[in-house]
């Protein structure tokens, strides 16, 4: 218990007595300096994309600061990465709709058991910046003048600073993140449509994003792996994996069973790391040469909500600076055509193997882009006279499913309906739909121009499979 682990209920809703009293145990702790670990999430995240923090703990570790303001807290994130889940086999279970199995003896014994058999391979832990509270409060809560505060205050300005601590906190963590063979791997395949590509090609194609992140990397805590493309294969290899087809003009590599579902939770592990090089490769890959300034213009357009979705780093003001910074990361590596005449960007040529390499690229933020366009078009097609937002959730949650199931979309959190909530709080936010007298949702000009834009941004073949699933 000195070691600041302790139990605590699922929820205290409904017990005020068990709540006061656990906030009390929290604020002695720590005004006792015990170092305290908890996971802001609040439940494990079967995808390995990143879950919006639960402000619960935070909460009570704010208020116990502000009761005694003059001892220092600071929050240090840490990303974790798994190249093998040791409870890998319950993961597609539950992600195949099946309940959660209560933690018993005989579970322990058995995930025991399971470690004596096969490779697991590396757990990577990286730190990101640590984070001081009162900086931080008094970044994001001017009136508050530095002095303590009763342990009952609460003040107006307490739960937004707290809820931005907790997007910060796990931006931060995205920000350490750590490439490994396994989900470099896993992010290169299943970028492929048949989920099967040649050894040679997937190596080469790892170097690539190695190299990409060296040229222009996602942050200054970024790992990346000291190794080859071809290393990294096979080593990725001794997990028993990837089923292996001999051919003789090359080997080529699938995932065996159902592991393409688990890979997808090593490939979104680091989706964050090359979302604004996706992006990027998602725009050329139907469109006409472009000028840098048109393509500011759309990943401003479009960033806002991938930001919210994979918690990335960067600020509105920063983004000219990216996009300049991997444009010419891309050129590098291959991918674009830069003419200094016109000033003009393009893609590869289509006969190379680096336009084959850039739609793989593309793949990356294919979905969240899909899933961006079709919130846009279903509000069109059915907002017109306004439609209530359980109505709208439910109609895309559904839509998403079904393309899922009829393009075999490897991805569980494709239709996940809480990724839609989030579109539809920020659209609300950028008053692009509005609510009406009855509580209907509503959408104007904005809108439109808005899905004009996404068009821009997603190929044209991915749209075509949009409206053949709300077609039908």
Known sequence: RNAGAFFMRRTFAGNQLYSTVFREYMKNIQQDDTPTEYFIEGGRSRT???????????????RAFLQDPEKPLVFVPVFVGYEKLWEGKSY?????????????????????????????????ASFG?????????????????????????????LVPTVNALGNRILTSINSAAVLDPMNLLSYVLLSTPRLNMGETE?????????????????????????????????????FDFLEQQEH???????????????????RNNIQHVF?????????????????????????EMVYPYI?????????????????????????????????PETRLWSRCSAESAEAAELENLAQGMLQTLGRFYLLLVLMVRHGKHGIKQGDLENLVHLSAQRMSRLQDISSPEFFDKRLFQGFIR?????????????????????????????????????????????NA
Request: aromatic content about 6%.
């Open 48 to 62: 390995g994309r990143m879950l919006p923090a639960k402000a619960g703990l935070l909460s009570m570790s704010t």
């Open 202 to 238: 997937l190596a080469r194609q790892i170097d690539k994003l190695i190299r990409l992140q060296k040229l222009a990397p996602y942050s200054p805590e970024l790992s990346v792996p000291d190794m080859y493309g071809k290393e990294i294969v096979e080593y990725v290899k001794e």
């Open 92 to 124: 597609l279970k539950e992600l195949g709709g099946k309940a959660k199995k209560k933690e018993s003896v005989g579970g322990l014994l058995r995930a025991l058991k399971s470690l004596r058999g096969g490779k697991m391979g590396h757990v990577h």
């Open 248 to 266: 003789a003009l090359g080997n080529t590599l699938t995932p065996l069973g159902r592991h393409s579902v688990l890979m997808s939770y090593y």
């Open 426 to 470: 920020l659209l609300k936010e950028n008053e692009l739909i509005t609510l009406d007298e009855k509580n209907m949702l509503r959408y104007g000009r904005s809108l439109i121009a808005q899905r004009k834009n996404a068009e821009a941004v997603l190929s044209e073949r991915f749209r075509q499979v949009i409206f053949r699933v709300i």
């Open 275 to 299: 979302a604004i090089p996706s992006l990027l490769a998602s725009i050329f890959l139907d469109n006409k040469p472009l000028s840098q300034e048109r393509v500011v213009v759309l990943v």
């Open 129 to 157: 910046t640590p984070i001081d509270l009162r900086d931080h409060i008094q970044a994001h809560a001017p009136k508050w003048d530095g002095q303590s505060l009763a342990s009952e205050a609460k003040p107006d300005w």
């Open 307 to 339: 930001k919210q979705e994979l918690f990335l780093r960067y600020q509105a003001d920063e983004l000219p600076g990216v996009v300049d910074a991997q444009l010419k990361a891309l050129h590098e590596i291959g991918y674009l055509d830069f003419d």
